[in-house]
């Protein structure tokens, strides 16, 4: 596997467009859900955009918000994994990898999510805690998730 995490300036045609496409995939046609995702929050010039690869083709993926973008904290987004690249442990190494280059990032923070509902067990177990009550958007049910601020160990 290999990974990049690049702010939006840096992603080239190919990447942007892989990115776009596998969000495309996953959150619009798969889950069915028409929503804005071009919301602004890609180019902003704090967020990173953090790509996994497997033979040359992304699977995996995930944004990484400054504070204040969406929530009062850094925040994570967009977190998928390609639907044929699923139940192989893939979404465990794209969140270890997501929190890593947060870290690196943005230093000393807490992290907050919107999940979708049905992953919140998935989400704990990265130290996640609710801190809403479960709502709904764009159709799904999602919770607010925040994780304190704790150091990672190395790898």
């Known amino acids: 596997m290999k990974w990049l995490c690049l702010p939006f300036q840096q992603l080239n045609v190919d990447q942007l467009y892989e990115l776009l496409k596998l969000r495309s995939d996953v959150f619009v046609v798969e889950q069915n859900c028409a929503y804005p995702d071009l919301d602004n929050h890609d180019r902003n010039p704090e967020t990173r955009h953090l790509l996994g690869y497997k033979d040359h083709q992304l699977i995996a993926y995930l944004r990484i918000l400054p504070a204040g973008t969406t929530y009062q904290h850094v925040a994570l987004g967009r977190i998928l994994i390609a639907q044929s690249h699923r139940k192989q442990g893939l979404a465990h190494r794209l969140m270890t990898e997501g929190l890593v280059h947060t870290q690196r990032t943005f230093r000393d923070t ?30 799904i049910p999602h919770i607010d998730m925040r994780r304190a601020f704790t150091p990672l160990s190395p790898s």
């Open 110 to 139: 807490h992290i907050e999510i919107g999940a979708q509902l049905h992953l919140q067990a998935f989400y704990q177990e990265y130290q996640f805690v609710p801190c809403s009550k479960p709502y709904v958007e764009d159709g």
